[in-house]
């Protein structure tokens, strides 16, 4: 017993150290608060060496803290608490906070190149005028096959996942409104349907489906994909562009007919203080080479045109994460739906995952 | 002497009053309001009514049996042949060590067992069976989740044998019952207290188990842990969650009331 109680506060007491001398040398490194800019992003999704060039040109320092989904920033947001200065919410989600008082407005007259932003991008109907967003990623929802097993021409078209030879083969992002809206895209309906009867009826098609689903995952498709689990996923362009990256045999599709247009954007909310250090961010981060290089790195789409032009041919003119136009007019962007709206399709949701046949 | 013992219990007391009973009755609070916070009965009368919910919680109860069962029925033999075993107190070290690894971690590696070029489908492979779909299956989920449990089970049952006096066994022996009835007439009803303790430490923390359904289960199992998840992460109603997990912490204090001890005691007393 003693010798227990002596390695437990042993330990205790070296974490102590450990942490004590790393909350030093943090503190060394930021002269004050007042020059650290909050940054509330997701996992992995700029480029470290940016934050650093960020803060050699304009001293401010960039802290970064993570979420994995736009509910629980919303959450941890509503609750204050910390002060995060800049948050990168999905389209749906500014509307919710809008509607929620959680976001202060853009002074304009402080943004410096939001006219690099491809105006296709810009006075979207979640946020007119761009009054409180800058865009800062996008992409799509798509299908990602393996060419080892399965033929390009086989899953162009969303209809063809129901296709009985695919038995057994297709994994599903775990994401209500992305698995019953592309079963609503497939009849034509709207992603954002309010029709009770459209949404039963996607339901079933879902139900039909399921002989075809291997598995319903979140971020583990990506390893099971590139380990050859599974031939077939349905998946965001950004986690299958990291797919493409580790296996050559793996390809991208936006079927033609539509699917989910998603976007992430930089926004300021409530609980901001670091008005100046935040709009340095931004109109930073609106400057084409960095947008390009913050491209590069993440992989996914960038809205701004001229970072865009600086991307290696190769990646500008790729159809799979840059979409033709014909594609771009079909898809449709996810509205933010009432509480009880977002229940139905949860729980058809729901029921679709516990359908068993 | 008194004023002592009292200031030793205010440790115990606030540490219970904060981490115990103020979540559980923040818990019931959440569950009588609607996703617009009106008061409400709502809640619970979807749940009774709805068949979604309440197949969820048969399949949940269902698998959580089968856990249980499982695990019962391999540690059992286990917990019994260590107690006759020369190094117990090693072995005990080796089957508690697996419990100071993450569940994650584990799943993860379950994960690399099971995949398609996984260790299991290349000895399949190699003895001419071919690789066969593992992971996302019943059995998988079986699996995995009884091995996560098995250690919860195996240290109630090994303390009650431990506890055993040899001089019944003797004693049965000399009576002259045979092996097997002293197994079932005395060894068994006699750490039956274990296996009671086992059963509650495995069976609850089952009913909600949700990693492994999506890690190992593939989200082709569904307990009740996965609708909790989804109302708070994704609808955000709160007060749906809450009424599931009250629904669970009554299931809780059934289960234990079925494998309490205060019953038998009850009954003893009425003999």
Request: glycine fraction near 4%.
């Amino acid at each position: 017993m003693k010798k227990l109680v002596a390695a437990i506060t042993t330990i205790l007491v070296f974490c102590g150290l450990l942490a004590f001398t790393s909350d030093r040398l943090a503190k060394s490194q930021v002269k004050s608060q007042s020059n650290t800019l909050t940054l509330y992003n997701w996992g992995d999704y700029i480029d470290p060496a940016l934050l650093k060039k960020f803060q050699k040109e304009t001293g401010y320092h960039v802290s970064v803290e993570t979420f994995d989904s736009n509910e629980a920033m919303y959450t941890k947001i509503k609750q204050g608490g910390t002060s995060y200065d800049l948050a990168v919410p999905s389209d749906y989600m500014i509307q919710k906070m809008k509607a929620a008082h959680l976001l202060v407005p853009l002074d304009k007259s402080k943004l410096h190149g939001m006219n690099n932003i491809s105006p296709q991008f810009r006075n979207l109907e979640f946020d007119r005028h761009n009054q409180y967003s800058v865009p800062y990623f996008w992409g799509t929802l798509g299908i990602i096959y393996n060419d080892k097993t399965v033929k390009a021409s086989q899953v162009q078209h969303w209809k063809q996942l129901w296709n009985p030879r695919f038995k057994d083969s297709i994994m599903l992002v775990d994401s209500a409104r992305d698995v019953m809206g592309f079963a609503l895209i497939r009849d034509g309906d709207s992603v954002n349907t309010k029709n009770i009867k459209q949404l039963n009826a996607a339901k079933k098609r879902l139900d039909s489906l399921t002989p075809n689903v291997k598995a319903i995952v979140a971020d583990e498709i990506k390893m099971y994909m590139i380990e050859n689990e599974a031939p077939i996923a349905v998946d965001w362009s950004g986690e299958a562009s990291e797919m493409l990256s580790q296996n050559s045999h793996l390809h991208y599709v936006v079927p033609s007919e539509g699917s989910n247009l998603w976007f992430d954007n930089l926004v300021i909310p409530k609980t901001a203080k670091h008005y100046k250090a935040i709009y340095a961010f931004l109109n930073f981060m609106l400057k084409p080479e960095n947008a390009a290089q913050n491209a590069e790195y993440v992989g996914y789409a960038t809205p701004n045109e001229q970072a865009k032009a600086l991307l290696p041919a190769s990646v500008r003119n790729d159809k799979q994460f840059y979409p033709d136009a014909e594609t771009m007019k079909h898809l449709q962007i996810y509205n933010n739906l009432s509480p009880e709206l977002i229940g139905t399709y949860n729980e058809l949701y729901l029921e679709f995952k516990m359908y068993r046949n | 002497m008194k004023r002592k013992q009292v200031l030793f219990e205010m440790p115990y007391f606030f540490w219970l009053a904060f981490f115990v009973i103020a979540p559980i009755l923040l818990i019931a609070y959440q569950s009588f309001f609607n996703i617009r916070g009106q008061f409400t009965l709502g809640n619970y009368a979807t749940y009774f009514t709805s068949a979604t919910y309440l197949r969820m919680t048969l399949n949940s109860v269902w698998y959580a049996f089968l856990i249980t069962l499982f695990t019962l029925l391999i540690s059992y033999p286990t917990a019994y042949f260590l107690h006759y075993t020369k190094h117990k107190q090693l072995w005990l070290l080796l089957i508690i060590l697996p419990t100071w690894i993450n569940l994650l971690l584990k799943a993860y590696a379950f994960i690399g067992i099971f995949s398609q070029d996984g260790s299991v489908n290349q000895f399949l492979t190699f003895i001419g069976i071919g690789p066969q779909q593992i992971l996302f299956t019943d059995a998988s989920f079986l699996f995995v989740a009884t091995y996560i449990q098995i250690p919860f089970m195996i240290l109630p049952i090994f303390n009650a044998i431990e506890d055993l006096q040899p001089s019944y066994i003797n004693a049965s022996r000399d009576l002259g019952a045979n092996n097997w009835q002293t197994f079932t007439r005395i060894i068994f009803p006699m750490t039956m207290s274990g296996v009671k303790a086992g059963v509650q430490a495995v069976f609850i923390p089952s009913l909600s188990l949700f990693m492994l359904t999506r890690l190992i289960g593939g989200n082709r199992v569904i307990t009740l842990g996965t609708a909790i998840e989804e109302h708070f992460l994704v609808t955000m109603n709160w007060g749906m969650g809450s009424t599931i997990g009250v629904v669970l912490i009554i299931a809780m204090f059934i289960i234990m009331s079925l494998t309490g001890e205060h019953k038998k005691k009850g009954r003893k007393h009425n003999d």
